[in-house]
């Protein structure tokens, strides 16, 4: 072990003689699950890259508060609505720095070009760096932030207005997202001059509380501190995330001390992780859902019997068991029971093998079919293993004479398919952003999302699409709640995805590790980490 532990201090530190001791205490090794795909958020859709990226390089204008749930200052000092709800008006916090790196030296703190810039670049398909690193920004896309943004200028060097083209109530929880990172415009303008603007996604600027030291592609990334942040509260002079694929390497790092904290342990080590003196396993409730989705555009999955049929095969209890070993609940609509928007009328049908037959026979498919299955490769948030997901699936629509080939993919490629919308059905899910429930409805099941990707099952429905924009426009919550109950019962009467289970979020970490916050939505936020 104390090879080991040398060697890794040599990793971190190039160095394991007694000088380091002290940068080893404040430096915190995190075992993550995959590699990020861009250093910019706004760019990606993958628990990776946020974890990795969005709270260790940026801000947002606004964060929410992980008890309360209601937006509070962040980069934004304060906030003021008009009355028609049309335009928003944000004060920027003053002297917020951004990072001073090898590849970028900045002249002045963050002001209101930055935001300007930040936002004209997602919704403005002329701008210069619309296009760059391929043009599309899934989140931001599939809840259509081009077509409700008709206007972002800065009132003044800490002023920025925003305006709309409609009402949206849930405007506000956006610009707090992952995905709402303010970037820096000068840096952007120094690389547009340089003619290497891609260069604003691959070796970040932002007013975070890490910099961007190193990175060594698919093995590890080096964080230092950023000495000037805004905050003032970061312990750590290093962080370091340790891509490791497999959850019993990640564990085997953990137990060995060759990592500080573990990301997404896997169901069946939560008794070994529990059992260890020196481990710590921290749970939060998930603002998340696993789910079938099944491409309601391809036959013969354009068929409501049969998508109804699949459902009824299923059994969300035995996934439950033996992927999540019992760690959360079995889903009964696309929202969590602990979303304000959730609908506790509805239930999942039990599973009933004879009714699913007959629904299949009634759609002409009594001998079955032939369909591929994608799965991602990985553990994710919502599912700890979409492979043993997708076999317990395939045995169980083997009953039906439904022949299931089952392919994983890597995070990068399978967005591609689902882009492309060739699929006949994909395990997939949602991990929210933040407590509104448009966060989860929007991105799985709205007509936008289609050409993100994120709406994998390709289901448009008219009625559903009203009850959305009647809740980011209705003035009581009380009437909000009641359109989402019915855009839940909407989707739930169609069927277009077969909600599968929620779980609980967690992670593990030695015991030496303080000040670590676990969220029920979003990314990983280390800044107020630190080691006794």
Not at 316 to 336: M, N, T
Request: glycine share 6%.
């Amino acid at each position: 072990m104390r090879f080991w532990l040398c060697w890794l201090t040599a990793l971190l530190l190039a160095g394991c003689d007694g000088s380091d001791r002290q940068l080893a205490k404040e430096s915190l090794l995190y075992c993550a699950e995959g590699a990020p795909l861009t250093f910019n958020p706004q760019l990606a859709a993958s628990t990776q890259t946020l974890d990795a990226t969005a709270h260790q390089l940026y801000d947002r204008l606004l964060d929410i508060n992980p008890e309360t749930l209601q937006p509070e200052p962040a980069l934004a000092l304060d906030w003021h609505r008009s009355d028609d709800g049309l335009r928003y008006r944000v004060t920027l916090r003053p002297g917020v720095q951004f990072h001073h790196t090898d590849w970028f030296t900045p002249t002045r703190p963050l002001n209101a070009d930055d935001v300007v810039f930040s936002y004209q670049r997602l919704i403005d398909k002329n701008h210069p760096y619309h296009d760059v690193s391929g043009g599309r920004y899934p989140f931001f896309d599939s809840i259509g932030l081009s077509e409700l943004i008709t206007e972002v200028k800065a009132l003044g060097p800490r002023e920025v207005e925003f305006v709309l083209s409609r009402p949206d109530a849930s405007f506000i929880t956006n610009l707090a997202t992952d995905y709402g990172v303010i970037l820096s415009a000068e840096y952007a303008a120094q690389l547009l001059v340089a003619g290497t603007p891609e260069l604003i996604d691959q070796q970040p600027v932002g007013t975070g509380p890490f910099l961007l030291a190193q990175y060594r592609i698919d093995d590890f990334i080096r964080y230092h501190r950023h000495a000037g942040y805004w905050r003032g509260d970061v312990q750590l002079a290093q962080l370091v995330f340790d891509i490791t694929p497999k959850s019993s390497k990640r564990l085997a790092k953990l137990l060995t001390g060759e990592c500080d904290v573990m990301a997404h342990p896997g169901a069946s080590q939560m008794a070994v992780i529990k059992k260890h003196p020196e481990l710590v396993l921290d749970q939060a409730t998930g603002m998340n859902v696993s789910v079938l989705a099944l491409n309601t555009q391809k036959p013969p999955f354009n068929d409501v019997r049969v998508r109804k049929a699949l459902a009824l095969a299923l059994s969300r209890d035995d996934i439950l068991q033996a992927v999540y070993f019992g760690i959360g609940y079995p889903a009964e609509s696309v929202l969590p029971p602990v979303s304000w928007g959730y609908n506790p009328n509805l239930v999942m049908p039990l599973p009933d093998v004879e009714r699913a037959r007959w629904l299949l026979a009634q759609a002409g498919l009594e001998n079955g079919f032939d369909m591929t299955l994608l799965a991602p490769a990985g553990a994710r948030s919502y599912n700890p293993d979409s492979l043993k997901t997708g076999q317990l699936i395939q045995r169980r629509l083997g009953e039906l004479g439904i022949r299931v080939r089952l392919q994983s993919l890597e995070e990068q490629i399978l967005r591609r398919e689902l882009m492309a919308g060739e699929q006949d059905a994909v395990l997939t899910g949602w991990s929210a952003d933040n407590p509104d429930p448009d966060n989860i409805l929007h991105n799985l099941l709205s007509c936008q999302a289609i050409a993100t990707g994120t709406n994998a099952s390709r289901w448009c429905h008219p009625l559903f699409e009203q009850q959305l924009a009647a809740a980011l426009t209705a003035p009581l919550l009380s009437d909000r709640i009641g359109y989402y109950h019915r855009a839940q019962e909407i989707a739930q009467l169609d069927m277009p995805l077969i909600p599968l289970n929620h779980t609980l979020k967690q992670q593990a970490h030695r015991r030496t590790v303080q000040g670590l916050l676990l969220r029920p939505y979003g990314g990983v936020t280390l800044r107020q980490a630190w080691k006794e």
